[in-house]
């Protein structure tokens, strides 16, 4: 049998053991307190500014307010553009689980057009996901209550109201007025470069052509903001501070609607342009491009297919055939190669010259033939002008040459942006040596002036040219930019007019010379023989004027033109330049009638119509109307 063992057990190293463990583990502790205390302090204390920006930064939210845009009136005070109330359903995707189930499901409810769901992901790439992006723009009051009912499925959505531009007159002044929409990512590229990105944080749409672009800094306005403070799931709680926008300038432009709407009904289902303006200060007081196109559909959000159906449409509304269509000037610069041959003392106002039924370079065979087949026989300058003989003017161009052509009709503003306020715009071609060198590498040929004395050949001019060209004679040379612009408006009510800019004016040897240019015009219309005497006959006061027939393709030398036998297409432009009245011009008129016809015939009747409505009142109603809109 085994003897039990007996332990003995030392009770002094035991507590011994103890207690310098509970020591250890107490400095521990304390070391662990003192670091906890001092990273309070740390977080506390020192960083207190920082960490409490953070945290406000956390709770208080900086939402972007979108300035009011400037209104648009015409010269009489008439509304051209406004903004309207309009509601939009906005997502915010970082408050949504299902972000692509919610917009089929939305789309479907409120019944939009499919293409809605690629254009909303497209803004969700350039925008934060923490920001609002529409959905839709435009709610009907039947959308509206639907998504009101149902708005509890949809988590992250809301409505919201703007106000949106609106064009009460629809196309009569969309070439002019242009129209805003959508900021895309050119246009941000563009306010970011120009370090205009900031004021733009709350806008949705910008000047895209017109007025709209050119003075987008004076419609836009200052954006201002709000400090909100939101939960956690980003609702607002509260406004906490709040710094109103500082609206847009409203702006007043010459243009009066009354003579736009005019302008609008005597090129209804034709295609043209044409031009009104004051010569005495360069006020564009009217300019139709037709045909034209309702620029509310680019507001709301131009669908695909009506897109298309404008960029396809053969008529080309979407050009602006006032400042970017080249046409051939034809015969109604004519009065203004007379101003370069008497200064060049290449003719003589009293100077006789025989008009033969065609004109030939010594020693070339080609014959240029005039427009009347027998030509016009004894003629002086006046009545070269008035009967509009080809063969003068291809003898004065002959004499001229290319360059000194050129050179003076450059003076005119030919070949030259006319300077009017809005960027669609073509300088148009006035040819030269060098000019057709490096287009078509070719020398330049005796033959060429020939073509470009009557304003043909290679010459394009747009009908803003012809007026500001023609201005410069009524004027005498006092060389005026036309302009759309006629004040600011200040929020105080106060309105800056419009400075008028000038260029270098157009110098001859003497002054006499334009009075005979004009004395030419006056008898186009006026005189026995003058090719616009029927359109212009009985006015009440006196009108001097040009026409221009331009061809659109080139005839065979023995050809005779038929307009009958030919594409419509193919068929001569109609132009007609007029100043009334005569002794002191307050009105120039220029329009294009593309395949209309002799000018004459056709454009006359309409510049007589224009200056009718502008000196006697003669409009098409007493008062503007609105287009009527659903």
């Known amino acids: 049998m085994l003897k039990q063992r007996i332990s003995i057990k030392d009770n002094g190293a035991e507590a011994a053991l103890f207690y310098r463990r509970a020591l250890v583990a107490g400095i521990g502790m304390a070391l662990l307190s003192c670091l906890l205390l001092a990273n309070l302090y740390w977080l506390q204390v020192v960083n207190h ?61 409120l019944g939009l057009d499919p293409s809605t769901e690629e254009q909303f992901y497209r803004d969700v790439k350039r925008s934060r996901r ?65 370090g205009k990105l900031t004021n733009y944080a709350a806008t949705r749409d910008i000047g895209k052509l017109g007025v709209e672009k050119y003075y987008e800094d004076e419609l836009h306005g200052q954006a201002g903001y709000q400090e909100v403070e939101v939960n956690n799931r980003g609702r607002v709680i509260r406004t906490l501070k709040y710094q109103p926008p500082v609206a847009g300038k409203d702006i007043y432009l010459n243009v009066d609607i009354r ?6 009904r005597l ?70 190669l007379s101003i370069m041959g008497l200064n060049e003392g290449l003719i003589t106002p009293q100077g006789r010259f025989f008009g033969g039924p065609f004109f030939q370079i010594p020693g070339v065979a080609r014959k240029w033939r005039d427009w009347r087949r027998w030509g016009h026989g004894w003629m002086d300058m006046h009545r070269a002008i008035e009967v509009s003989a080809d063969t003068f003017f291809y003898d004065l161009a002959f004499r001229a040459g290319i360059d000194t052509v050129h050179d003076y009709m450059n003076r005119f503003g030919f070949g030259n942006f006319s ?147 030919i594409k419509e297409e193919h068929r001569d432009n109609a132009l007609f330049v007029a100043f009334a009245p005569y002794e002191a011009p307050t009105a120039v008129v220029a329009l294009i009638l593309e395949n209309a016809g002799g000018g004459s015939a056709n454009a006359a009747p309409v510049a007589r119509a224009m200056l009718d409505a502008y000196l006697l009142g003669k409009y098409d109603d007493d008062e503007p109307t609105e287009e009527k809109k659903p």
């Not at 009569?172 to 805003?180: I, Q």
């Not at 303006?277 to 196109?293: F, K, Q």
């Not at 006092?478 to 006629?486: D, K, M």
């Open 419 to 565: 300077g009017l306020d809005i960027y669609e715009e073509s300088s148009g071609i006035m040819p030269s040596r060098q000019w057709k060198q490096s287009r078509w590498r070719q020398p330049w040929y005796q033959g060429d002036t020939i073509s470009v004395g009557i304003g043909q050949g290679y010459w394009t001019a747009t009908p803003i040219q012809l007026a500001r060209a023609h201005s410069i004679l009524t004027q005498h040379g006092r060389n005026i930019v036309p302009h759309l612009l006629r004040s600011i408006g200040a929020p105080d009510g106060e309105q800056t007019p419009y400075r008028v800019t000038q260029e270098p004016a157009v110098t001859v040897k003497s002054d006499s010379f334009w009075q005979e240019a004009m004395e030419g015009m006056y008898l186009v219309v006026n005189g026995p023989e003058g090719t616009a005497r029927r359109a212009f006959a009985g006015t009440p006061y006196k009108v001097a004027g040009k026409s221009g027939t331009a061809q659109v393709v080139n005839l065979k030398e023995n050809e005779k033109y038929d307009a009958s036998r």
């Open 259 to 264: 003579l736009q709407q005019t302008a609008q």
């Open 130 to 194: 923490f920001n609002p992006v529409p959905l839709v723009e435009q709610l009907t009051d039947e959308q509206v209550a639907r998504f009101s009912v149902n708005q509890h499925r949809f988590p992250g959505a809301d409505i919201e109201a703007y106000l949106k531009r609106f064009y009460p007159y629809g196309e009569t002044l969309t070439h002019a007025l242009g129209y805003v929409a959508r900021i895309n990512v050119k246009d941000l590229q563009r306010l970011d470069e120009a």
């Open 267 to 336: 090129l209804a289902g034709r295609r043209g342009g044409i031009v009104l303006l004051d010569p005495r200060d360069g006020s564009v007081l009217a300019l139709e491009s037709s045909p034209s196109y309702d620029p509310n559909l680019f507001v709301r959000g131009i669908s695909s297919h009506d897109y298309s159906a404008l960029l396809n449409d053969p008529a080309r509304p979407l050009i602006n055939r006032t400042s970017q269509g080249g046409y051939a000037p034809a015969s109604t610069v004519k009065p203004l």
């Open 49 to 109: 500014d920082t960490y409490q920006t953070r945290s406000n930064d956390n709770r208080i939210k900086v939402v972007p307010v979108a300035p009011p845009r400037g209104l648009i009136f015409d010269r009489n005070g008439v509304l051209l553009a406004e903004n309207r109330p309009v509601f939009s359903l906005e997502i915010v995707p970082d408050q949504t689980q299902d972000l692509h189930g919610m917009v089929k499901q939305l789309i479907a409810l």
